[in-house]
């Protein structure tokens, strides 16, 4: 089964099924992506501790930047004078740019939000910023994403212990799609010769996720993402809204749910027509000595690796795993080692990786069922 969507520099085919479940393909400016597909988080043009060379031999076919920080430093000038942020970081496939929402989301009381968009001091320097989705976009266009994403209100679960009420979440949710209007009006101004997704927004409320959905299919984007999700919601409302959301957005476009997660919420967001993920989780707990393995997690610091000659995970192909063993990960993070934190991010972006690799596989060979059945056995039985 193969269908097509063509809009701009975006071209997506879906080419196989299983209930919810889909195998595709993206073929963007810098690159061809096949989907499901897991995108390593690179804030600051680089995901932290690998080589660019590293990430493509793992299989790494997209990369995420951020625009809040990028725009912070090294600023639009230095990224203009490169022509891009591919060249500045030497990755020369696709990348996909954040539009700032979830930053300024994440500044708290520091930041003030307005129609026109929202005023925060600089987290750098402290100087008086105003960002606007009109300046996103000029902004991702000077970095010369090959997916820009739309300017948004990430709507909270709750603010100072009150969790945020149907209205508040409304009005959050309609702010964001007369954003994502300017943010189609301006994209298009520009000439970016990329593709813009939308974000659907609406908190942990049904209807207005629907709503959203309605009235973001109605401005005829190449793509869509489901924001708003692991801001601090208890685990249950994450699945939940994963379970209701992803498969109402349109067939035939490339569906992203942004920021999500373990291992196990990447399958659930597959089984419920997910196509495109990013989260920090696999870098971040790599640093902090949390390593993913087909059969649980381990916790290198645990004194009982101190003499374990095992790698990290015996089925597991990447370059850490075919060449050292625990014992020696738990001395180099005993140690404070850069080392340490460098090997394990390979290892665990490598797991996230292959998993991908494992999931397009079976949904191609219809037994992505089953696989998920094995894949919890496996991870049930521990390290």
């Known amino acids: 089964m193969v269908r097509c969507h063509n809009r701009g520099m975006l071209r997506f085919e879906l080419l196989a099924t299983e209930g919810h479940a889909r195998r595709g393909r993206l073929t ?18 680089t995901v932290k ?22 725009w912070m430093r090294p600023g639009i000038d230095v990224l203009r004078q490169f022509a ?21 989301w994440s500044l708290g009381d520091m930041r003030k939000i307005s129609e026109e968009g929202v005023m925060f001091a600089s987290p750098v320097n402290g100087d008086r910023l105003f960002l606007t989705p009109e300046l996103s976009m000029q902004i991702q266009s000077v970095l010369n994403s090959d997916i820009v994403m739309q300017f948004d209100e990430c709507t909270p679960y709750q603010t100072k212990g009150h969790v945020t009420t149907e209205g508040e979440a409304r009005a959050s949710m309609e702010l964001s799609l007369r954003w994502a209007a300017r943010c189609k009006s301006e994209f298009e101004r520009l000439g970016n010769p990329n593709a813009q997704f939308g974000i659907v927004q609406g908190g942990m409320y049904e209807p207005l996720r629907e709503a959203s959905i309605d009235a973001l299919v109605a401005l005829d984007l190449p793509g869509y ?12 409302e994450m699945l939940h809204i994963t379970a209701h959301t ?35 989780m696999p870098t971040r707990n790599a640093r902090n000595g949390h390593l993913f393995t087909r059969f649980g997690d381990l916790r290198i610091r645990n004194a009982r690796y101190k003499t374990d000659e095992r790698p990290i995970d015996e089925t597991c192909a990447c370059h850490t795993c075919e060449n050292f063993s625990r014992a020696y990960l738990h001395h180099l ?25 494992e999931v397009r596989g079976a949904i191609e060979q219809c037994r992505f069922a089953s696989y998920r059945v094995t894949f919890a056995h496996d991870r049930a039985r521990g390290v």
């Open 246 to 280: 992803p498969h109402r957005l349109p067939t035939g476009k490339p569906r992203y749910l942004m920021g999500v997660g373990t291992p196990e919420d990447l399958l659930e967001g597959i089984a419920n027509g997910v196509d495109m993920f990013d989260c920090v």
């Open 225 to 236: 993402a489901v924001g708003g999700v692991s801001v601090g919601e208890p685990k249950e």
């Open 84 to 104: 891009g942020l591919h060249r500045f970081e030497a990755w020369p496939l696709p990348i996909l740019t954040d539009s700032g929402g979830f930053q300024v």
């Open 333 to 357: 993070d005993r140690c404070a080692e850069m080392l340490a934190p460098m090997l394990m991010t390979v290892h665990n972006l490598h797991h996230y990786l292959n998993l991908m690799r």
């Open 28 to 45: 963007l400016n810098h690159g061809v992506v096949e989907t499901p597909v897991f995108m390593p988080v690179g804030t600051y043009g």
């Open 49 to 70: 501790g690998v080589l660019p060379r590293a990430l493509v031999e793992m299989g790494a076919q997209i990369i995420l930047g951020n625009t809040f920080h990028l």
